[in-house]
């Protein structure tokens, strides 16, 4: 009897030795409902699946590329202290620079046309193609634009245009007991390229190609809708129309009704006090130029990282996180805007006003470049705008950081703008946006 026994636990453990789970690491950066729904997912898809076992890390969103760009080569390369991830979800806007790295792996191996048309093709387009025709790098989870956030406790419907929003703002506002009337993250680039884009602008233009087929992209920061636009935020700082402050800032002030109005994204429902009655609207027209601001398109992807220790479970993971079905989660709890085109067969996704407010301004929205050009473009356009908004310069300003970023660029990518005919040696007024 005891032979038989000690035959079955040998058995036993050769089964459970040969049928381990695949432990798939994914790294994200989110906080507050959207951590809330990616962990009700991750518990979700553990207990449906017996071979795969996912392990969440949260990094800090403004820590995530550095980390990747240090952690997976190290991984790679068998000197890493730390294990890598195997998944990890971020926007669209370094797709170009991690492909160029190999940072990431195609996923179009393992992703059928029947999975990808699940999606909003602006969002699927978000990744795809880039290198080479029919690559595609990431599914998109939900995308993302800023709105127009108000309390409710002092105004049901917000007006149409700027300066009437104005008006009722600075009825509004009292410095002295920190109430604000219209606040945003001024000196975030990402939401300045609202103002950039209505006054017409664009962040590179596509001057030629590579040997290799690559497209080459023109920066254009110093060009006359970025002058433009940054004397705009500037003037509206200094009259006090504006309330420039940080995320967390705003936050705090909005749950305690010191803001009226809030520009800011989705993410920002997640961290609206339970008692706070708000609504979101569109973002205001610019009477001056008779246009509405234009927002960034975010298409928040999972991408397979190149140290992942199991492609197709990499693969699995990343279906699973991204399909309707788990895109009603993703709805419901972390208040997001699902890519997957089939989430909105749940009541609670397609019924929520707030979401359907996003989904209009959507189509107003442009999508953010993910050229890897762009990777190098956010700390000379910050820089840019910072010193604009401290009362520099903005036509001289933009050109100087015009020439750091056409450097950057140009050693990044071994090429030479003179001989492409953008000589910044020479730049005398602002380049043309077409």
């Not at 959207?34 to 795969?52: C, G, P, Q, R």
């Not at 792996?105 to 387009?125: G, R």
């Not at 956030?149 to 149409?160: H, L, Q, S, T, V």
Request: glycine share 8%.
């Amino acid at each position: 009897m005891k032979k038989f026994l000690l035959v079955i636990s040998v058995l036993m453990m050769g089964v459970n030795l040969g049928f381990s789970k695949v432990v798939i690491n994914l790294w994200h950066a989110y906080r507050g409902a959207e951590a809330d729904a990616i962990n009700k997912v991750t518990e979700m898809f553990n207990l449906s699946h017996s071979d795969i076992e996912v392990k969440l890390l949260p990094v800090p969103f403004d820590a995530i590329n550095n980390k990747l760009q240090t952690v997976i080569p190290a991984v790679n390369k068998g000197q890493s202290q730390e294990e890598g991830p195997d998944v990890f979800v971020f926007g669209q806007d370094f797709t170009g620079d991690w492909a160029e790295r190999q940072l990431i792996l195609p996923l179009e191996n393992f992703i059928s046309a029947d999975v990808t048309k699940q999606y909003f093709k602006n969002t699927i387009n978000a990744f795809a193609d880039y290198m080479y025709d029919g690559a595609l790098w990431a599914l998109p989870g939900s995308f993302k634009n800023i709105s127009l956030f108000y309390n409710k406790r002092f105004i049901a419907n917000p007006p149409k245009k700027l300066s009437e929003l104005m008006a009722i703002s600075g009825k509004f506002t009292n410095p002295g007991d920190k109430k604000w009337g219209f606040s945003y993250d001024c000196g975030n680039f990402y939401y300045h390229t609202m103002w950039v884009q209505a006054w017409g602008g664009a962040i590179f233009k596509k001057i030629g190609t590579t040997k290799k087929g690559v497209p080459i992209f023109l920066p254009l920061l110093y060009s006359q809708p970025m002058i433009s636009a940054g004397d705009f935020v500037y003037k509206n700082l200094k009259n006090g129309n504006f309330h420039g402050a940080a995320e967390a800032e705003i936050t705090y002030s909005f749950n305690n009704n010191k803001t009226l109005f809030a520009i800011s994204g989705q993410w920002f429902r997640g961290e609206i006090a339970a008692n706070i009655d708000y609504g979101v609207a569109e973002l205001p027209i610019v009477d001056e130029i008779g246009v509405q601001a234009v927002p960034f398109l975010t298409v928040e992807g999972y991408f397979m990282a190149s140290c992942t220790k199991d492609q197709a479970a990499s693969a699995e993971v990343i279906k699973y996180f991204t399909s309707a079905a788990m895109g009603r989660y993703f709805g419901k709890i972390g208040k997001q805007t699902p890519a997957n085109k089939g989430a909105y067969q749940y009541p609670e996704v397609k019924n929520d006003p707030i979401s359907k407010v996003f989904m209009a301004a959507a189509g107003n929205a442009i999508s953010m470049p993910n050229n890897p050009e762009m990777a190098l473009t956010w700390d000379p356009a910050s820089s840019g705008l910072s010193s604009v908004l401290n009362g520099a310069n903005s036509a001289q300003t933009w050109k100087d950081q015009q020439i750091r970023l056409m450097k950057l660029i140009e050693k990044e990518r071994k090429i030479n703008y003179a001989k492409l005919g953008f000589d910044y040696t020479k730049f005398t007024v602002p380049l043309t946006i077409k």
